[in-house]
């Protein structure tokens, strides 16, 4: 094989690494965003995944709102979200009805323990937050905000 053959191919690639860099660290500070929670409802005993808790917290703002809503806010999939409402319903957090509009859509409600449980959990998770804006700096994270809404932004139009 000739150099010549290699000059190209190492080009691009520097080309490319900047942005490819950075939506791996954009993967990779996802999974330790994920698991840093994974360990804090661990720790405080909350007995819930972190999906489940997106789930939840999609209820806290908006109760009665249907399945393929929670599914797009949560960015799962129809499979992965019955599964999670499932374990939300044993655990008595959640409970689905038919919607009298359309009975094809189940709409979903926050049961009484479910209520019980965003009492004890919000405070919980602020003070998460709060730790996290002492660590980074409220300054710093807004700044990370508008960074990633711009990557974001970008990669929808591109």
Same mark, same amino acid.
């Given at each position: 094989?000739?150099?010549?053959?290699?000059?190209?191919?190492?080009?691009?690639?520097?080309?490319?690494?900047?942005?490819?860099?950075?939506?791996?660290? /954009?993967? !990779?500070?996802?999974?330790?965003? *994920?698991?840093?929670?994974? +360990?804090?409802?661990? $720790?405080?005993?909350?007995?819930? %995944?972190?999906?489940?808790?997106?789930?939840?917290?999609?209820?806290?703002?908006?109760?009665?709102?249907?399945?393929?809503?929670?599914?797009?806010?949560?960015?799962?999939?129809?499979?992965?979200?019955?599964?999670?409402?499932?374990? /939300?319903? !044993?655990?008595?957090?959640?409970? *689905?009805?038919?919607?009298? +509009?359309?009975?094809? $859509?189940?709409?979903?409600?926050? %049961?009484?323990?479910?209520?019980?449980?965003?009492?004890?959990?919000?405070?919980?998770?602020?003070?998460?937050?709060?730790?996290?804006?002492?660590?980074?700096?409220?300054?710093?994270?807004?700044?990370?905000?508008?960074?990633?809404?711009?990557?974001?932004?970008?990669?929808?139009?591109?």
């Amino acid at each position: 094989m000739h150099l010549e053959n290699l000059k190209p191919h190492r080009m691009q690639e520097k080309v490319n690494n900047t942005s490819r860099e950075c939506l791996r660290q /954009l993967i !990779r500070t996802r999974m330790a965003s *994920r698991q840093a929670m994974q +360990r804090f409802l661990k $720790n405080i005993g909350a007995d819930i %995944t972190f999906e489940m808790l997106q789930i939840m917290s999609c209820l806290w703002y908006e109760q009665g709102i249907s399945q393929q809503i929670l599914a797009e806010r949560t960015a799962k999939d129809k499979a992965c979200l019955t599964n999670l409402m499932l374990n /939300l319903e !044993r655990k008595g957090y959640v409970c *689905r009805r038919e919607d009298t +509009r359309d009975r094809r $859509n189940k709409l979903v409600f926050l %049961t009484e323990e479910g209520e019980r449980f965003r009492r004890w959990m919000v405070p919980q998770l602020q003070e998460y937050y709060q730790r996290l804006d002492l660590l980074i700096g409220e300054e710093k994270l807004k700044q990370i905000e508008n960074l990633l809404k711009e990557v974001q932004h970008a990669l929808e139009t591109d």
